[in-house]
């Protein structure tokens, strides 16, 4: 091991302690997530070299007026992502967060992802901020549907034309928030009160750029809280995070679970 790399190494170690020492002594634990988190999955990251907005633009697929204007590039976008997704299945930062909410450690999952993966790999008590992409509503009256739930997924996605609703037959769309929309009032509520409590927030995976989800660790840290970040790279909340451990997800995740069960 050359001495740099040995250097690097002990930091990781020494952060990795330091992490799981503040996972033991913290009683309101929250977590944040953001799309590295499912990248280990196969799931595309948003932004750096090789993310969604880099090969396309987000505003001709992720806002309303670009729905508008063209309803079928976004379905054909959203049928594409949709596909990708439920091909994926949840890895061991998604099974290390399940497994601290069932050792009564983490009192919550905020997500900005709509991917699911945390819900299959059993976290229950989850706040999906940008919604769900297995979820369609109805862009005229209130139907509301889970595709998984409602056993139309498959058909959903051999369909080449534009989803009608089945009650009342105008449009659907992804029950997901685009730029510019407003985010699901409860869950960014409930997302703030947990903030305003927790006194640790483990932030994985996110560019930590993107309001208002970005207040959460924010909040969380003016408010007396600590910030706990694991990201392959620096991020917006770096400058702010207590600890900062470079790593994929699951891989890191996985070596502080086996630190935190030897320790509790
Ligand atoms: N492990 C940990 N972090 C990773 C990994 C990994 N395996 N791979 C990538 N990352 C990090 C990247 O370094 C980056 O900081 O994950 C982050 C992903 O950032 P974005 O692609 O910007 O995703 P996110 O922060 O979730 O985006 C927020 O923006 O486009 C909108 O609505 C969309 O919810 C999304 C929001």
Redesign the pocket.
Known sequence: MSGRIFKQYRVLKIMMNEAVKLLARSRFVIAFT????S??SGVP????SS?I?KRHR?EEL?TSEAFRKDPHLVWEFYRWRMDVIRKAKPNKAHYALADLERMGVIRAVIT??VDDLHREAGTKNLIEL?GNIFRVRCTACSHREYLKESGRLDEFLAEKYLPRCPDCGSLLRPDV?WFGEPLPRNALENAFVLAERADLVLV???????YP?AYIPRIVKETGGKIIE????E?GITPIADVFIR????EVMSEIMEEFRRLI
């Open positions: 953001g799309a590295g988190v990248a280990e990251t948003f932004r750096g993310g907005w987000a992720a900005q992802n940008h928030v994985i995976g996110t560019s930590g750029v993107v989800a694991i990201n392959t790279e991020s790593g994929k997800a699951g």
